[in-house]
């Protein structure tokens, strides 16, 4: 573990938090977009089965995975997204990436903002803060909102 990782540690356990979770550099990225989009779906204070299977989708589509590996994804994204807690930490860990790539990961969480059939003030927030700290000014934001239900996959 390195010097900075064991600080980390340290710190949390004397203020009582939690320890960040044990994530390979090469999943890093992944499981910040997919906490991301769970952040968002959360935000209502209610996870639908419709956002759960919006999200399972994407995250097949995303990273061509399984069904199953999409789920456990999700899971342990859900859990760093529970033990984060911070929007602008959740970007961070997604890192570098171009204005193209900002908009379509603010266009999935418009998706899943949406898959219970209503967008609450709250995700509307959410995903306006998240196009913001993207760098993203309100008229990308707004075509990435009209862009998501293109980026629906289909019912399975």
Do not use: N
């Amino acid at each position: 573990m390195a010097l900075v990782d064991r600080l980390i540690a340290y710190a949390a356990a004397a203020f009582g938090q939690p320890a960040a979770p044990d994530i390979a550099p090469e999943e890093e990225a992944p499981i910040a977009v997919v906490a991301l989009l769970v952040h968002v779906a959360r935000a209502d204070g209610v996870l639908a089965a419709e956002e759960m299977e919006r999200l399972v989708r994407l995250v097949r589509t995303q990273y061509a995975v399984s069904e199953a590996e999409a789920r456990s994804l999700i899971a342990r994204a859900g859990t760093f997204e529970a033990e984060t807690r911070d929007l602008a930490g959740l970007v961070e860990g997604i890192g570098a990436t171009d204005e193209a790539e900002r908009a379509r990961l603010v266009a999935m969480a418009w998706s899943v903002a949406g898959a219970d059939g209503a967008v609450h003030e709250f995700e509307e927030a959410l995903v306006c803060r998240l196009g913001t700290l993207f760098g993203l000014d309100e008229a990308r934001v707004a075509k990435a909102r009209a862009a998501a239900v293109s980026t629906i996959p289909p019912s399975a």
